[in-house]
Structures are given as C-alpha cells and as structure tokens.
C-alpha cells in the first residue's frame, strides 16, 4: 500500500510541475488616475486575448490602443470599457478582443475612474496566417503514355 501511496504522490507531483510550465494563466490589472499607462508589448509570434476591460466611474471611456510594429504600422482604438454602475437600467455588453502580434497595447488612466483588464498573451501555433512557411507551388509531373508500334 506505500508503494502505491508513493506512486500517487509522485504522479501528482510531475503532474502539478507540468501545469506550473504550461500554464499560460490570465493576468489582471488595475489601472486608476493615478497609475502611468499600461504597456504590453506582443512579440510577432504571439497574441494577446482581452476577455474583460471594464471601467468604474469617470466621464470619459477607457480605450485599448493597439499600436502595430510591422509591415502594416498605423494606430487604432480596438476596445472601449464596458461601464459598471449600480444606477444602470440594463448592463452593458462585455466585449473580447484578440490582437495578433508584433504590437504594442497601451491602455491609459482616465481621470476619476478606476480600469480593470483581464488578458494573456499566448504563443501562435496554428500556423494558418502566412509568416514564414513558403507557399506551396505546383509542380508538373510527366507520365510516359504508351505509343503503337508497327
């Protein structure tokens, strides 16, 4: 019986260690008036996947800005906060946004409201959007045919 005891602790050691390394866990920040912006930073062979960006008090929205370092460039407001109030008739629909890398996320304080994310950035391996992999081309293949002869 301890040996078994024994083998049950060590597999749920190795168990535990493994989900420890491959964990990818969520991250959340608080984000108030007086803190400095938030700046994530994706690497070009990652994602970052937003699944809540709410906001409490303030006149003004918060926005994620999404800035693009590659080829394409340019900056854009991809996400606005969702408001959380208890004087609202009908609540607000939360909204997820996934940005596909390289670029730089930057979420800014708004004066007299407290921001909250919750985010993780994950490595691409599906593989399924161009990058380095040559495409496939079409190579034409010669089959003898058979000639009669006299």
């Not at 800005?65 to 609202?88: C, D, H, P, Y």
């Given at each position: 019986?301890?040996?078994?005891?024994?083998?049950?602790?060590?597999?749920?050691?190795?168990?535990?260690?493994?989900?420890?390394?491959?964990?990818?866990?969520?991250?959340?920040?608080?984000?108030?008036?007086?803190?400095?912006?938030?700046?994530?930073?994706?690497?070009?062979?990652?994602?970052?996947?937003?699944?809540?960006?709410?906001?409490?008090?303030?006149?003004?929205?918060?926005?994620?800005?999404?800035?693009?370092?590659?080829?394409?460039?340019?900056?854009?407001?991809?996400?606005?906060?969702?408001?959380?109030?208890?004087?609202?008739?009908?609540?607000?629909?939360?909204?997820?946004?996934?940005?596909?890398g390289?670029?730089?996320?930057?979420?800014?304080?708004?004066?007299?409201?407290?921001?909250?994310?919750?985010?993780?950035?994950?490595?691409?391996?599906?593989?399924?959007?161009?990058?380095?992999?040559?495409?496939a081309?079409?190579?034409?293949?010669?089959?003898?045919?058979?000639?009669?002869t006299?």
């Amino acid at each position: 019986m301890k040996i078994f005891a024994a083998r049950c602790l060590v597999a749920l050691v190795v168990l535990a260690a493994a989900s420890f390394v491959f964990a990818n866990p969520f991250k959340s920040k608080i984000i108030t008036s007086m803190s400095s912006p938030l700046v994530i930073t994706v690497p070009a062979d990652h994602f970052l996947k937003i699944t809540n960006f709410s906001q409490e008090g303030g006149t003004d929205r918060g926005v994620v800005a999404v800035t693009f370092t590659g080829e394409a460039g340019g900056t854009a407001n991809v996400l606005t906060a969702t408001r959380i109030a208890n004087s609202q008739n009908s609540p607000e629909i939360s909204n997820r946004v996934i940005i596909a890398g390289p670029a730089e996320v930057t979420i800014a304080p708004v004066t007299g409201a407290t921001l909250f994310i919750t985010y993780r950035k994950e490595p691409n391996e599906g593989g399924g959007g161009g990058g380095s992999t040559p495409a496939a081309t079409a190579t034409p293949t010669i089959f003898p045919t058979p000639t009669p002869t006299p």
